[in-house]
């Protein structure tokens, strides 16, 4: 139980860095600030920091999770709209989950080569930035886009799914705070289980 605990710990802390460089990433696209060997630089920077615990103001400041309980009270959703944006919220998450377990040529994927990251405590932080870098250049099996071009792709479309369900002025409540779309808790983590499941082998 307390691996278990401990892990989960590790996969949360890991997945606000994720996040945190996700929200990076399409920050400088969109402002023209940095491409190729720029942005690499940039992020090999940033992963570094974050894996040092090291933390900044700003675009590269933590980012932190919010159960979609806390969500619902600020935007006085119903219990119906609540449900449905669980809903979409999780089905978002299987997406991509399923995106990031795509099996490689030798059946491995990119949670693996996180969960043998971490089973490496002397260096675990080079070869988590390993796997970090991996998203952003790394392309998806059988696809020619990257892992987070597609990550970014399914959080405008999860937001677009809040757009159905939000009335106008809950939807412009919802874009004022800022939210990371998959940062919302809802209980569902199938990233923790896979990792504590492979570790545990």
Same mark, same amino acid.
């Given at each position: ?10 996969? *949360?802390? !890991?997945?606000?860095? @994720? &996040?945190?460089?996700? $929200? ?9 600030? %940095? ?72 059946? *491995?994927? !990119?949670?693996?080569? @996180? &969960?043998?990251?971490? $089973? ?9 930035? %390993? ?71």
């Amino acid at each position: 139980a307390a691996v278990d605990a401990a892990v989960a710990a590790q996969t *949360t802390a !890991l997945e606000e860095r @994720l &996040a945190s460089l996700e $929200k990076s990433t399409a920050a400088l696209a969109a402002g023209g600030a %940095a491409d190729g060997d720029a942005l690499d630089a940039v992020v090999a920077k940033k992963v570094e920091e974050k894996m040092g615990g090291k933390k900044k103001d700003g675009i590269f400041g933590d980012e932190k999770k919010r159960p979609l309980t806390e969500i619902s009270k600020d935007l006085e959703l119903t219990e119906p709209q609540e449900d449905q944006m669980a809903a979409a919220i999780d089905a978002s998450q299987k997406k991509v989950f399923d995106l990031i377990t795509t099996p490689r040529n030798d059946g *491995t994927n !990119l949670l693996d080569d @996180l &969960a043998e990251a971490l $089973k490496d405590p002397e260096h675990a932080q080079e070869k988590a930035q %390993a796997v970090f870098l991996q998203l952003f250049t790394a392309k998806i099996p059988g696809s020619d886009e990257t892992y987070l071009a597609k990550i970014m792709t399914e959080k405008v479309a999860l937001n677009e799914e809040f757009r159905k369900v939000l009335t106008p002025e809950q939807m412009k409540k919802y874009e004022r705070l800022g939210q990371d779309p998959h940062e919302i808790q809802t209980g569902y983590d199938p990233y923790g289980e896979y990792l504590v499941e492979r570790m545990g082998k």
